[in-house]
């Protein structure tokens, strides 16, 4: 064993290393101009860093939140100074596979997403998830008309707590990934997720508009989010092609497409959610700096 000598120099030379750390990332995310209120979406570093280091890494590059994280995991946000942007739904396995489009999945759908609700109104989260669903044997017209049924359900109940509730569209092209594409998924288009959000007509039913599966399915990205306007309750983003990094390696311009979310008066949240290929730490700090007009 050391010396209790040597621990106590240890010690004191790892607070001061952590000291000047803190100091350095303090002092980069100061210079941040704050105009996009940037969030760290949890499941993409869950195989890299535990719950605290993810909290770490979101406070010192200046995000101001973690999400999609179970609510047990909030307390560590508030440690942080953090907030969950948007609350998951508590489900067993992929949430977006049994959705709104199927009249069956509402007695339990509308159960645990009234908790979420409750529980992020009682944190201070804005929005819980929300999906559509696969297909199944629905067709379009059926499954948009059960999902605004089910929407109007819980509209009121959201309005009530101040809480939106966010339906995410998402790609059905890409294959072969369970996290870069959703074959069967039904709600693939913005233009068909707006219409379920316009039949329901409430202002606490919003859009997810995750910025990678809609360049896949319809592209035209910033005419997209001028065309949703205040009906966007939330944003995600990654690389397209392959759902990775923010990086010269992919196509999308994030910093136009960032200040076109200011030109409709944005004021939500943006989640880095793409999935880490090198260091997940340089990755996020190089999105955050990229998201940050």
């Known amino acids: ?23 350095k990332s303090q002092k980069h995310s100061s210079r941040r101009k704050g105009n996009i209120r940037q969030s760290v979406v949890s499941w993409c570093y869950s195989k890299h860093w535990s719950v605290e280091e993810t909290c770490q890494h979101a406070r010192d590059l200046g995000c101001e939140s973690v999400e999609l994280i179970s609510s047990e995991h909030w307390p560590t946000l508030k440690k942080y100074g953090l907030t969950c942007a948007i609350s998951p739904i508590a489900v067993e396995g992929a949430p977006f596979i049994k959705g709104f489009n ?47 049924t089910g929407f109007k359900k819980l509209a009121s109940y959201a309005e ?19 996290d870069k594409g959703h074959p069967g998924y039904q709600g693939d288009h913005i233009d068909y997720c707006m219409e379920i959000l316009n039949a329901v007509g409430s202002p606490n039913i919003k859009l997810l508009f995750d910025v990678y599966h809609v360049q ?18 939330h944003i995600h983003t990654a690389g397209n092609p392959g759902r990775g990094e923010l990086d010269e390696n992919q196509e999308i311009n994030y910093p136009p497409v960032m200040k076109a979310l200011l030109d409709i008066n944005y004021k939500g949240f943006v989640g880095q959610e793409f999935i880490p290929t090198g260091d997940p730490l340089a990755g996020l700090r190089q999105a955050v700096e990229l998201c940050d007009v």
Request: charged fraction near 15%; aromatic fraction near 6%; charge should be negative.
């Open 102 to 148: 199927n009249p069956e999945y509402h007695p339990w759908l509308l159960k645990i997403t009234k908790k979420a609700i409750d529980e992020s109104a009682d944190f201070g989260c804005p929005n819980v998830i929300a999906f559509t669903g696969f297909s199944e044997n629905f067709s379009p017209e059926q499954g948009a008309a059960n999902c605004v």
């Open 216 to 233: 896949i399915m319809d592209g035209d990205i910033i005419q997209r989010i001028h065309q949703c306007g205040d009906m966007i309750g």
């Open 1 to 23: 064993m050391k010396s209790a000598i040597a621990g106590v120099t240890g010690m004191a030379t790892l607070a001061t290393g952590m000291s000047t750390g803190c100091s």
């Open 160 to 178: 009530k707590k101040g809480v939106n509730v966010c339906l995410e569209m998402l790609n059905s092209r890409v294959g072969g990934h369970p």
